[in-house]
T-cell receptor, first 110, second 116 residues
Framework: DAKTTQPNSMESNEEEPVHLPCNHS???????IHWYRQLPSQGPEYVIH???SNVNNRMASLAIAEDRKSSTLILHRATLRDAAVYYC???????????FGTGTRLQVFP | DSGVTQTPKHLITATGQRVTLRCSPR?????VYWYQQSLDQGLQFLIQ???????AKGNILERFSAQQFPDLHSELNLSSLELGDSALYFC???????????????FGPGTRLTVL
């Protein structure tokens, strides 16, 4: 299973954009890049995923480097509700199992 | 609400006992996944079933077993329970789960197991 590296924690102020980085230098050509988050006392929640091109949805944007060895999750305007642990995960051919790392704990200040 | 249901919400039992956790996937989803979340180990993938067959296996102990039934609901059986098995157990489901399209997983609210 290809590994990802994320900062342990990040901070943001409310209403500001947040860029959460993820390195995945051993990614293979068929690996998808997924982002999930876990709010306090809840199960993980899907945020966004992509393969090669940048992706946008109502929650966030995903910017994928040209060589695919890194990606960035962008929250355009952080809210207090976005305070959570964010996980960057690669899924491989043949299964969509999620191998969670330690993630990035995002704190959002009013 | 993710559409994935898990029962029971809480379970308290004693060491050496056996328990069964149940998961109903979202309508139309063929894959079910089980994850364990403990304070010291974080979120760990245990096992995946796809349309009734085991698809992928993670760090699942031999004392634990799972199955997926013809109606696609799944059960996780934990036996000879130890104190260290106390954790949150999450079930998730996805439309496919074969790895070819990067399926989204939808997580249930979890079952909190306490072993005394």
């Amino acid at each position: 299973d290809a590994k990802t590296t994320q900062p342990n924690s990040m901070e943001s102020n409310e209403e500001e954009p947040v860029h959460l980085p993820c390195n995945h230098s051993t990614i293979s050509g068929t690996d998808y890049i997924h982002w999930y988050r876990q709010l306090p006392s809840q199960g993980p929640e899907y945020v966004i995923h992509g393969l090669t091109s940048n992706v946008n949805n109502r929650m966030a944007s995903l910017a994928i480097a040209e060589d695919r060895k890194s990606s960035t999750l962008i929250l355009h305007r952080a809210t207090l509700r976005d305070a959570a642990v964010y996980y960057c995960i690669l899924t491989s051919y043949n299964t969509d199992k999620l191998i969670f790392g330690t993630g990035t704990r995002l704190q959002v200040f009013p | 609400d993710s559409g994935v249901t898990q029962t029971p919400k809480h379970l308290i039992t004693a060491t050496g006992q056996r328990v069964t956790l149940r998961c109903s996937p979202r309508s139309g989803d063929l894959s079910v996944y089980w994850y364990q979340q403990s304070l010291d180990q974080g979120l760990q993938f245990l096992i995946q079933y796809y349309n009734g067959e085991e698809r992928a296996k993670g760090n699942i102990l031999e004392r634990f077993s799972a199955q997926q039934f013809p109606d696609l609901h799944s059960e996780l059986n934990l036996s000879s329970l130890e104190l260290g098995d106390s954790a949150l157990y999450f079930c998730a489901s996805s439309r496919s789960g074969t790895g070819q399209v990067g399926d989204t997983q939808y997580f249930g609210p979890g079952t909190r197991l306490t072993v005394l």
